[in-house]
């Protein structure tokens, strides 16, 4: 039973992260879909109550996979191309930045808890920016009819959630940079690229 509780508290956090980061986003998008083009479908009466929540959370699972890719693109490059360009500014790296959390889980658990659930945090805006992103697309090339207004490109409120959406991801991707600064200090630990070069020289 110990075993069974500690092989759950450890697989806790990749359940969180997959809930917040992927399933939430990838939800909003497809329900959004759903509504846009088929506002009168009924899944209940397909699948029932249970499978159309097994239906729901699957097909949010899929769309928040491929939503994070997209995020990916928007996020992840241009700061991996930032930290190759300018020196001083290697710690952007979201490599470097995945090697920097396992090195802080591995050191203690509490602070490598903390910073994956802000990563899922910055995930889940990064992902919701991707969803909102894809469905103005769609709407624009005349899809999701349907849909609420709040993406149709035409309106201002659209671009201002838009805008919105996009600062608060680049507001949580800014705060785990500040936080495992402050992590490393509290543990002591060098930064992953000074970590590196040590362990070359040597």
Known sequence: MA???????????VFVYDLVGRICPGGV???????????SLQLTHTFGDAGSFLVLVGGSFVA?????????LMFDVPLQI???????????APNLLWDELDRIDATSERHGALL???EAEATLCQNLFAAF?????????????????????????????????????VHRTAVIFRRLRS?????HLKPANKHSQVKRHS
Do not use: Q
């Open 3 to 13: 075993e069974l509780v500690e092989n759950l508290s450890k697989s806790l956090p």
């Open 29 to 39: 998008f497809l329900i959004a879909v759903v509504v846009g083009e088929e506002p």
């Open 64 to 72: 928040g996979i491929l939503l994070n890719a997209l995020g990916a």
């Open 82 to 92: 930032v930290s190759r360009i300018l020196p001083e500014a290697r710690e952007l």
């Open 116 to 118: 994956f659930k802000m």
């Open 133 to 169: 992103l894809a469905l103005v697309i769609l709407r624009s090339c005349g899809y999701l009819m349907n849909a609420p207004a709040l993406i149709d490109r035409h309106r201002p409120l659209t671009w201002i959630l838009g805008l919105l959406i996009l600062g608060t991801a």
């Open 183 to 187: 992590i490393r200090n509290v543990l």
